[in-house]
């Protein structure tokens, strides 16, 4: 990859732009935003200014805990493949089920230093590792089906190529007792 020092085509942007992922915009911008070491920050979600209700994370207001993000990079059949394993967990050591920590990253936030705080807990390590065996679980799944398709073709392409010489076979045993055969009309 090209070393990345400023974006490409500068421009100042009135409103927000959705960018397809291979957009040298795009591009640019995660190669910065994953070369940037972050120092842990304390983030202050606000739930009532998210507009609606998210069931699953209204039980966990006024609690305190952690959240983690972690880039998985996966190389499978060839290609590289990247995803975020997201998990959360409050102070009282509950881990927060599948996708609420994805949706506590949807509501408005603002951060605030860290200060002195402790280490993360053992049931969010433990969530992040289940997180990412889940997800190398579904990426073997996904890639066997491939597998499974590519080896029925394989099979089919063979049985293709050994019919016509059974139908060659069958065909010279045909011919071979066509010419005992006596049709009468």
């Given at each position: 990859?090209?070393?990345?020092t400023s974006?490409?085509n500068h421009?100042?942007?009135?409103?927000?732009?959705?960018?397809?992922?291979g957009?040298?915009?795009?591009?640019w911008?995660?190669?910065?935003?994953?070369?940037?070491?972050?120092?842990?920050?304390?983030?202050?979600?606000?739930y009532?200014?998210?507009?609606?209700?998210?069931?699953?994370?209204k039980?966990?207001?006024?609690k305190?805990?952690?959240?983690?993000?972690?880039?998985v990079?996966?190389?499978?059949?060839?290609?590289?493949?990247q995803?975020?394993?997201?998990a959360?967990?409050?102070s009282?050591?509950?881990?927060?089920?599948e996708?609420?920590?994805?949706?506590?990253?949807?509501l408005p936030?603002?951060?605030?230093?860290?200060g002195?705080f402790?280490?993360a807990?053992?049931?969010?390590?433990?969530d992040?590792?289940?997180?990412?065996?889940?997800l190398?679980?579904?990426?073997?799944?996904r890639?066997?089906?491939?597998?499974?398709?590519?080896?029925?073709?394989?099979?089919?392409?063979?049985d293709?190529?050994?019919?016509?010489?059974?139908?060659?076979?069958k065909?010279?045993?045909?011919?071979a007792g066509?010419?005992?055969?006596?049709?009468t009309?």
């Amino acid at each position: 990859m090209k070393s990345c020092t400023s974006p490409p085509n500068h421009r100042l942007l009135e409103a927000p732009l959705a960018y397809r992922i291979g957009h040298p915009l795009a591009v640019w911008v995660a190669h910065q935003a994953k070369a940037r070491e972050l120092a842990r920050t304390r983030l202050i979600f606000d739930y009532d200014a998210y507009g609606t209700q998210i069931s699953t994370l209204k039980a966990f207001r006024g609690k305190t805990g952690w959240l983690t993000l972690k880039l998985v990079s996966v190389e499978a059949l060839g290609n590289k493949e990247q995803h975020l394993v997201v998990a959360a967990s409050t102070s009282d050591g509950h881990a927060l089920a599948e996708d609420d920590p994805e949706k506590l990253l949807r509501l408005p936030a603002r951060a605030q230093s860290a200060g002195l705080f402790s280490t993360a807990d053992a049931s969010l390590v433990k969530d992040v590792e289940a997180r990412k065996i889940a997800l190398l679980r579904e990426i073997n799944q996904r890639n066997l089906g491939y597998f499974e398709q590519e080896v029925q073709k394989l099979d089919a392409w063979a049985d293709d190529l050994k019919l016509p010489k059974r139908s060659r076979r069958k065909l010279r045993r045909l011919h071979a007792g066509a010419s005992t055969l006596r049709i009468t009309l």
